[in-house]
């Protein structure tokens, strides 16, 4: 499964980068806002960092305008993912700048059907957003997991990116139904570290070794 950072923190991005933990990066506009950053620039910054996809998201809704911004944004760098919205005229757009070459991130899927559409229309990656279906008390795992299937049915080949990851169980819950990517804050890829019984363990390591006496360097 690949992770993409679902981040516009350049400092952040490299970090992870560093260790190996970056297969792509994810920015919408929301995101753009919080880095207080210009779209075009950090996006440039931020591929000069990850070799991986790097989605930027268009801000028109009809799709000639989707279209002009997406190839404006493509003219950043040859690893950038034009970002879509699912809507029809984001499907428009789609099929334009997927039969360009263009990848193409159809983001905003909160259906299966949604998903369906997306992959017909040309889709490199389709985003369903996990979390704000959860916030709704719906079942956004549910929503992988039923994409997974009806892409595996009919061998389409676009990938499942599960966005709105807000927590490490919603990673290990993408990685079980097959997930192709998964688009995660920096906090939380951090967080899959983590462990109560390996915090305990290493205190007690460190209390016994200091009983020792010795040391290794
Ligand atoms: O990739 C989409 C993602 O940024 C949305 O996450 O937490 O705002 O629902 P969230």
Same mark, same amino acid.
């Given at each position: 499964?690949?992770?993409? *950072?679902?981040?516009?923190? #350049? ?17 919408? &506009? ?19 960092? +990850?070799?991986? &996809? #790097?989605?930027?998201? /268009?801000? @028109? ?22 970002? *879509? ?7 428009? @757009?789609?099929? #334009? ?8 991130? /159809? ?22 957003? /996990? ?25 389409? %080949?676009?990938?499942?990116? =599960?966005?709105?990851?807000?927590? /490490? ?11 192709? #990517?998964?688009?995660? &804050? &920096?906090? +939380? ?9 390996? %915090? =305990?363990?290493? =205190? ?14």
């Amino acid at each position: 499964m690949k992770f993409f *950072v679902d981040t516009a923190d #350049v400092a952040a991005i490299a970090e992870l980068n560093d260790l190996g933990m970056v297969d792509g990066v994810t920015t919408n &506009p929301s995101i753009i806002l919080k880095s207080g950053r210009n779209i075009l620039e950090v996006t440039k910054e931020i591929c000069s960092i +990850v070799s991986g &996809p #790097v989605s930027a998201e /268009v801000v @028109a809704t009809k799709a000639d305008e989707m279209i002009a911004e997406g190839r404006k944004l493509a003219e950043i760098a040859p690893n950038i993912t034009v970002k *879509v919205p699912l809507t029809w005229d984001g499907l428009r @757009a789609c099929k #334009v700048l997927s039969g360009e070459g263009r990848m193409v991130n /159809v983001t905003l899927c909160f259906s299966a059907n949604q998903a369906l559409i997306a992959a017909k229309a040309g889709a490199t990656f389709i985003s369903p957003f /996990v979390g704000r279906l959860d916030d709704i008390n719906m079942d956004g795992m549910e929503l992988i997991s039923d994409i997974r299937q009806i892409y595996d049915n009919y061998g389409f %080949d676009t990938q499942i990116l =599960a966005a709105s990851i807000r927590t /490490v169980n919603h990673i290990t819950q993408c990685a079980l139904v097959g997930a192709d #990517v998964i688009t995660a &804050p &920096p906090s +939380v890829i951090k967080a899959l570290a983590n462990h109560p019984l390996t %915090d =305990a363990g290493l =205190a007690q390591f460190e209390k016994d070794w200091a009983k020792t006496g010795q040391k290794i360097l």
